[in-house]
């Protein structure tokens, strides 16, 4: 079993040399780092490409090609893994990168996807706008309660996938972070096993968030319902054809 990291990026610059630090002392594996960008101009490719040969695991520099906007560029990281795993962070270091090798302990048990949770016991999240946090808190929560997600950070975007199963589920977000809430809930609609580890969270010291609660919330809020609508009536996904019995 093997790793790709996707680091979707908007003008990251300040932060980039610092990631690449942590995974190179905290993720004890091997993987290869897949940074995806949306414009030549982005300031973080001046400050990455200089250094790249420097660091021990392989980077690639992957154009966003479905359009702008951090959905899209998780698609075309998606388009790009070849190894049996991935997974998503951000370059702001907001994710903890010693918990990536615990993520990848758990899939090598025959998980097909593993959360980075912040509010599961363990788990912490330092700073970060109030109702931004209380939303994501609530979500995560409501649907371990209201559907049964064996998870209870829902729209963290820091999780592992199983490559083979990702690409058997449909997607229809292209815009934002919404899209790993979708690909969380529909894998598990899908019947197939999805697990947790403890991590912490640290809101950004450098750099702008790209992150538009109030434009996202209403995107977020439809695949919260689409789940409550399968669970609750028992029905098969419209993608009954690659549902797995639950174990």
Known sequence: ?????????????????SLLDALKEKVRLEFRLLVIYDMEEDNTLPVLRPVMEQYPFPIHLIRNQ???????????????VEEDCWLVTMADLSDEPSTISLMYQKMQEGYDMVAGSRYMRGGKKHGGPFL??????????????????????????????????????????DDGFELCTE?????????????????????RTAGESNFKMWKWLPKYLKWCLYAMQYKWLRKRPDYHCIYHEHI
């Open 1 to 17: 079993m093997s790793l790709d990291i996707c680091v979707p990026v908007y003008n990251e610059g300040e932060n980039i040399i």
């Open 66 to 80: 479905y359009g702008r906007g951090v959905a899209n560029a998780i698609r075309t990281g998606m388009d790009h």
């Open 132 to 173: 931004k946090s209380l939303f994501s808190r609530c979500a995560g929560w409501g649907m371990h309660i209201l559907v049964g997600i064996p998870i209870h950070d829902l729209s963290n975007a820091f999780k592992m996938y199983r490559t083979e199963v990702s690409r058997r589920i449909p997607l229809e977000s």
């Open 183 to 203: 690909l969380a809930l529909k894998t598990y609609l899908a019947g197939y096993r999805l697990t947790e580890v403890a991590t912490e969270w640290y809101d």
